[in-house]
């Protein structure tokens, strides 16, 4: 797998940084982007930022290669990931929650119609 999904000497690296840091700070952007009705494109934009965020991080704390095009987009791969169910996460949240004679939740990630 090194090589493929990570540059660092250890796996563990690559979880802390990418999955660990990043994931929290791409469950977080979503769950803001939900808060503040922002749309699915615009989520996408921010984890592209973020994407080279983490790619910063890997580079100064861990000499990884700053420009690469593989790892960034293995890293914001994951980070869109994590971005997006936290977003879908807090919607389905807000929608059962606000709007609760109109929605129920029917998944973790979704809601349906309230049968009248």
């Not at 609760?100 to 009248?116: D, P, T």
Request: net charge positive.
């Amino acid at each position: 797998m090194q090589g493929i999904l990570y540059e660092e000497q250890s796996i563990w690296q690559f979880f802390f940084v990418t999955c660990l840091l990043g994931g929290w700070a791409a469950w977080m952007t979503g769950k803001a982007s939900a808060q503040t009705w922002r749309t699915f494109p615009q989520l996408f934009a921010y984890m592209l930022g973020l994407g080279i965020g983490i790619r910063f991080i890997h580079h100064a704390l861990f000499d990884g290669t700053m420009f690469s095009l593989h790892y960034y987009i293995v890293d914001t791969i994951v980070l869109m990931i994590l971005g997006f169910v936290g977003y879908q996460y807090t919607r389905t949240n807000q929608m059962v929650t606000q709007y609760n004679w109109l929605y129920e939740r029917a998944s973790l990630l979704s809601w349906k119609r309230v049968k009248s």
